[in-house]
């Protein structure tokens, strides 16, 4: 079973960049789909991108593409997105989420596919 936690928020000015790390203990990473979602006040948890298990497969949101990149780094048990040209609609709570799979195939858009959660990391761009 893995746990995740999240770093790297803060407040930024638009335009800026952050970069946010997911890190996991208690499972084997590479066997993980990973994914990025946030949540702002008053709305849905909503889907930013994902990550297959070795990597070679992402998907983004059309409201990041192009913006945002997610990556991950097995053998350090850690996955990141680097967020760039950020906008005050980005600012949210940021989770990470892994699955177990067996397959290659990147996961889904869906936050109930995934089983595990970290605990958040605050994301705040001011105009």
């Known amino acids: 079973q893995v746990q995740l936690v999240e770093s790297g928020g803060g407040l930024v000015q638009a335009g800026g960049s952050l970069r946010l790390s997911c890190a996991a203990s208690?499972?084997?990473?590479?066997?993980?789909?990973l994914a990025w979602f946030r949540q702002a006040p008053g709305k849905e948890r909503e889907f930013v991108a994902a990550i297959s298990r070795t990597g070679s497969s992402t998907y983004y949101a059309d409201s990041v593409k192009g913006r945002f990149t997610i990556s991950r780094d097995n053998p350090k048990n850690t996955m990141y997105l680097q967020m760039n040209s950020l906008k005050p609609e980005d600012t949210a709570v940021y989770y990470c989420?892994?699955?177990?799979?067996?397959?290659?195939?990147?996961?889904?858009?869906?936050?109930?596919?995934?089983?595990?959660w970290g605990q958040g990391t605050q994301v705040t761009v001011s105009s």
């Open positions: 989420a892994a699955d177990y799979t067996m397959y290659g195939n990147v996961g889904g858009t869906k936050a109930p596919e995934y089983d595990y």
């Open positions: 208690g499972g084997t990473f590479s066997s993980y789909n």
